[in-house]
């Protein structure tokens, strides 16, 4: 929408997005939600790094859609899913921009996890 403000990152909010050395798995409920060894790393101002997963990483099997969305103007807009298996605490665990905005382009069809929703997202080499 026209109506939404749109930033770019810069000295003030910059923003990194690198590959991730080694493994990453996501795990919720005792099962592998995702497992990859091609995730990024998006660093966002001093915000905690984030893991972003190819969505062809993830048992999309175990999520389902949710109509929740939220908005970045860094990023754009945000969709999310939750896992059912992992109860209440795993409602809207996952986002995904489906669209990004350039600057961040490279997260297109990635998403990433809320850590305090799911079981664990370990990184290892």
Do not use: N
């Not at 799911?118 to 990184?123: A, N, Q, R, T």
């Amino acid at each position: 929408m026209a109506d939404k403000p749109v930033l770019q990152p810069g000295p003030d909010h910059p923003i990194t997005i690198t590959p991730t050395e080694g493994r990453v798995v996501v795990k919720v409920a005792g099962a592998v939600v995702a497992d990859t060894r091609a995730a990024l790393t998006l660093q966002e101002s001093t915000y905690p790094a984030v893991q972003y997963i190819p969505l062809a990483d993830v048992d999309t099997a175990l999520l389902e859609p949710t109509e929740t969305q939220t908005y970045c103007p860094y990023k754009g807009d945000a969709s999310y899913y939750s896992i059912p298996s992992g109860g209440a605490m795993a409602v809207d665990a996952i986002w995904e921009y489906k669209e990004p905005r350039d600057a961040v382009a490279q997260i297109k069809g990635h998403v990433a996890f809320y850590s305090s929703r799911v079981d664990s997202i370990e990184i290892t080499a």
